[in-house]
């Protein structure tokens, strides 16, 4: 359930790894702060560190559940934000969760669900020690750009699939799991904008709030993230109204095949209509038909049908509907 747990000193340096019963010595320094990782950790543990770092009961209950909203929550001298995040598995894309408490002296993450491992954050604030001097802030900062950047793979192979999807859908046949694939991908699209469209609120909370958490010099790393943020729902929609219009130009295909079909079988049906309307011209019980009676009434007959089929295929052809 600990991914990491590491003491740092204020100066950015990585000091050690750390049990949790050894975090009440390390808050005791004044010149050190933690950064712990959680994955799916229990209650136990999450009371433990309730009791470590004096969190709120609320903030630990909604850890405890896993299913909250997006949301930035202050509690006191302390922050618990609450981020969707995404991965894709198998063509489709998997949410998760990833809560987060934010104090002067820690900074705790707990994933839940489809969710990458944040120790390359962890690595990229190592190597900027005179960043990481700022506080866990920056750890904050580094977890929020690394769930977002994570979005933009997704959405491009989104876009990727949808051009090969493209090629189905103007093919001479018609597939039905085109059809399908296409929704699905418009259904997960919506799932990643409810994820994605609240973290612009909660960027924007973290660039312009919490004064005494955020550090003046890290707030243009929050306007960063919240310009990728953006971005991001900028790529979700523009795919979304490509999906709608691939559905719809798929639609209308089908729907102009249908009718390129229909007016065929019309155009058949009329030429096979011209016979029988004269065949069944001899078919009445007339005493008196005096063509019957002359030689040439038979091929004449023959032929008044061939000039009349004709007619129509030519007329028809000429409409393209043969």
Not at 118 to 132: F, I
Not at 229 to 249: G, K, P, Y
Request: glycine share 4%; hydrophobic share 45%; proline share 4%.
């Amino acid at each position: 359930m600990i991914v990491n747990s590491v003491a740092y000193h204020t100066d950015g340096s990585r000091l050690r790894d750390i049990d949790v019963d050894d975090i009440s010595e390390i808050v005791k320094q004044p010149d050190t702060f933690v950064w712990i990782g959680l994955h799916e950790p229990d209650a136990a543990l999450l009371i433990k560190l309730q009791e470590e770092f004096d969190l709120h009961d609320l903030a630990v209950e909604d850890a405890q559940q896993a299913h909250q909203r997006t949301k930035v929550e202050a509690y006191g001298d302390s922050l618990f934000i609450v981020v969707q995040t995404a991965q894709l598995i198998d063509g489709h894309i998997a949410f998760g969760e990833t809560h987060i408490f934010l104090g002067k002296r820690y900074l705790i993450t707990i994933r839940h669900g489809a969710s990458l491992s944040y120790t390359p954050a962890r690595h990229s604030c190592e190597k900027n020690p005179e960043l990481l001097a700022l506080g866990p802030a920056y750890g904050l900062y580094a977890v929020l750009d690394f769930v977002v950047d994570n979005l933009f793979p997704i959405v491009r192979d989104f876009r990727e699939e949808l051009q090969t999807l493209e090629k189905d859908i103007f093919a001479e046949t018609r597939n039905r799991d085109t059809v399908r694939r296409l929704y699905d991908m418009q259904r997960d699209l919506m799932s990643l904008r409810l994820a994605a469209a609240p973290m612009q609120d909660v960027i924007n909370q973290l660039v312009r709030l919490h004064p005494e958490l955020i550090p003046d010099e890290l707030r243009a790393y929050f306007r960063d993230v919240y310009d990728h943020v953006f971005r991001v729902n900028e790529s979700i929609s523009a795919m979304r109204e490509m999906l709608t219009a691939a559905i719809n130009v798929n639609l209308s295909l089908v729907t102009f095949g249908q009718n390129e079909v229909m007016k065929k079988l019309a155009g058949w049906a009329a030429m096979l209509a011209a016979p029988t309307l004269v065949t069944s011209w001899y078919g009445m019980n007339f005493t008196h038909m005096p063509e019957l009676n002359q030689p040439w009434a038979y091929p004449m007959i023959i032929g008044v049908v061939a000039v009349l089929v004709g007619s129509i295929y030519l007329a028809l052809k000429r409409a393209k509907w043969l």
